[in-house]
């Protein structure tokens, strides 16, 4: 069988755990917790399975960072300790002190602050844009960018740029283009085929899917951004635990199944949002009157499960709203099967200064949504009885 030709879920479900049958091995159906840090070899100098220490590589890891890259429809897949470490793996292992980075300005807040608080101290500039218009990238690219950061859709304002102009203008000036990924996940879309280098998810999210494990994931068809990469990853160490590899393996099987059904319940809930009358708007990607709903039909399959929306209230109203949901439950984070429902002005974007925020468009009562694959019928209620 070579998985490579076969479709998403038979990717999801057996890639990088096809059962090993050589003499001693019993054939396990999912790929064991390999929980040792170190591997003994019989010979000084043959390493036994390929295996040296669990921060180099671990088979349970490696499991993963296969089925990653088959899901990616990538040559290569790396796995981290989170998200967070992930993007200052690439960070770091692609710049240079005198590179500058140009962001979307629209990201999720911890990404911004790695480019705001963390880079500038190793000599790296960013600058940020509004990226849903790729000639406002273009006349922002200055002689020293070395590198353009996207999310698509994104955190928290779901706006989508146009992943293959974006890479037409970065690939003419040998610039390196990222986008994270996490919002859609691979089922719904695929940035390298559309002309990203890299390819980054917060596995926290949908690829985990179940809210019990951090993680971060980064996949690549350039085998020279991936032996950097990699050669970061063994380096600082923020590798990927074998327990926590295992639980993303067995997330990512349902994948697509959990993605359907988030973006199921997300479509109804955001039709039953706009037309509220104490509703102000509503951003989600699947709604006709999303400024790039026609885009968005073009480069994902799908418009996944996360959505924002206004209330015409006070902050204070706000919070009590949030305050007053059963099913909902308020928290960070997003991509379980539970509903979660932030304020990203106090919560997930509390990072950004507050005019940076509001030059940005996230103001003070915007709330975010993640909605689960709970029954609908009750997340239409819980929202109802809250509004009411
Ligand atoms: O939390 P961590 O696994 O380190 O991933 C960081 C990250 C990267 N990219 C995107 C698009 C993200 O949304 C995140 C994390 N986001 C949240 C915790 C949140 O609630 O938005």
Redesign the pocket.
């Known amino acids: 069988m070579n998985i490579q030709h076969c479709g998403f879920s038979t990717k999801a479900v057996r890639a990088g755990e096809i059962p090993d049958f050589r003499e001693g091995s019993a054939g396990d159906i999912v790929v064991p917790i390999h929980l040792a840090s170190t591997f003994a070899r019989k010979e000084v100098d043959v390493l036994t399975g390929g295996y040296e220490y669990t921060r180099s590589l671990n088979p349970t890891r490696k499991a993963l960072e296969d089925k990653l890259a088959a899901i990616e429809n990538a040559a290569y897949g790396l796995v981290f300790s ?6 200052l793996n690439v960070l770091l292992a692609l710049l240079k002190t005198g590179d500058h980075i140009l962001g979307f300005d629209d ?5 911004k602050r790695l480019f705001t608080d963390i880079l500038p101290d190793y000599g790296i500039t960013f600058s940020f844009v509004d990226a849903t218009r790729p000639q406002l990238v273009e006349q922002a690219i200055r002689p020293d960018t070395k590198l353009v950061w996207l ?1 698509t859709p ?3 304002l779901l706006k989508v740029c146009d992943i293959r102009a974006v890479a037409a203008i970065t690939r003419r000036r040998g610039i390196i283009l990222v986008v ?1 990924n ?2 859609l996940s691979p089922y719904f879309q695929h940035p390298l085929e559309l002309g990203a280098d890299v390819v ?6 949908y690829l985990g899917g179940h809210s019990d494990v ?3 994931a980064v996949a690549t068809n350039n085998a020279q951004y991936y032996e950097r990469i990699q050669f970061y990853q063994n380096s600082a160490g923020a590798v990927l635990s074998p327990f926590d590899s295992y639980l993303t393996l067995r997330g990512i099987k349902t994948l697509a199944l959990r993605m359907e059904q988030h973006q199921k319940n997300a479509l109804t809930v955001a039709r039953f949002l706009e037309q509220h009358p104490q509703v102000q708007r509503v951003l989600y990607p699947g709604l006709e009157s999303h400024p790039q709903h026609e885009l968005s039909k073009t480069q994902a399959s799908g418009f996944g499960g996360v959505l924002s929306f206004e209330l015409k209230s006070t902050v204070a109203e706000a919070k009590a709203f949030l305050e007053r949901l059963k099913v909902f439950s308020i ?4 991509g379980g099967v539970e509903s ?1 429902i ?1 304020l ?1 002005s106090v ?3 509390a990072s950004m200064t507050e005019e940076e925020r509001h030059k940005t468009g996230i103001t003070d009562t915007l709330i ?1 949504v ?1 909605v689960g694959i709970e029954n609908i019928e009750d997340l239409i209620a819980d929202l109802k009885q809250a509004l009411g």
């Open positions: 989170s998200g967070s470490a992930a993007e990201l999720y807040g911890g990404t999310e994104t955190n928290p994270d996490t919002f980054l998810h917060s596995s926290t999210k951090l993680g971060g928290a960070e984070s997003l979660l932030e990203p919560m997930t974007h975010r993640s």
